[in-house]
């Protein structure tokens, strides 16, 4: 059975800070999803990772996968308030309708 | 539409009713998945469908729930007996294909369940 472990489940950082966020699986996968979820809102889609040493970028976000080591990260530079919000990952199992989730990263940034 | 609309978006009911809930996905989306999120837990994998059809039921926590679509557009997640554990959200997500691991799922805001 397919686990995904996130850690830290919740990061206080104050805004200009840098932090990772962590995403670890449990069995073979080359697809990785990372979600942001608003209190109360749907989840939004970030970024796509589909093989290894995938690495991507949005604005202050930046993901990364290392299928070897069953890992990605999301890396947070600068932070700003308005990036505070819940971070998921999802990761495919051997058909991609069945997404695994982690159980999801709370991040403030404060002033 | 522009997104993946669900409803009711909030549910409040007695222990013991049934309730359905509702899914339209993005238009031209194929497939369509339930997931199941607890409070501050992440998604639980619930069903989806490829079409009407839906290959995969394992998720589906007992058989007081089942779900079905037509006309490959909406679909519904019943829950029969509602007991109190089936309080959560429930979201809707749909995505052109199965098949193409470059879609990701689209969500819904979710239909919020509480069980008195």
């Known amino acids: 059975e397919l686990k995904v472990e996130q850690n830290p489940l919740f990061l206080s950082m104050q805004e200009g800070k840098n932090y990772t966020i962590y995403c670890n699986y449990s069995t073979t996968s080359d697809r990785l999803y990372w979600y942001r979820q608003d209190p109360g809102k749907s989840l939004e889609s970030l970024f796509v990772?589909?093989?290894?040493?995938a690495v991507k970028q949005e604005g202050r976000l930046m993901a990364s996968l290392d299928t070897k080591a069953r890992l990605s990260t999301l890396h947070i530079t600068a932070a700003v308030h308005d990036l505070s919000a819940t971070y998921f990952c999802a990761v495919g199992g051997g058909s991609n309708y069945k997404l695994t989730f982690g159980k999801g990263t709370l991040l403030t940034v404060n002033p | 539409g522009a997104g993946v609309s669900q409803s009711p978006s909030n549910k409040v009911t007695e222990k013991g009713k049934d309730v359905e809930l509702r899914c339209d996905p993005i238009s031209g989306h194929t497939a369509l998945y339930w997931y199941r999120q607890r409070l501050g837990q992440g998604l639980e994998f619930l069903i989806y469908?490829?079409?009407?059809?839906?290959?995969?039921k394992s998720g589906l926590p007992s058989d007081r729930f089942s779900a079905e679509r037509t006309g490959e557009s909406v679909s519904t997640l019943t829950i029969q007996r509602t007991q109190q554990e089936d309080s959560a959200v429930y979201l809707c997500?749909?995505?052109?294909?199965?098949?193409?691991?470059?879609?990701?799922?689209?969500f819904g805001d979710g239909t919020r369940l509480s069980i008195l």
């Open positions: 469908f490829q079409g009407n059809s839906a290959p995969d």
């Open positions: 997500a749909s995505s052109k294909s199965t098949g193409d691991s470059n879609q990701p799922q689209h």
């Open positions: 990772l589909l093989s290894n040493g």
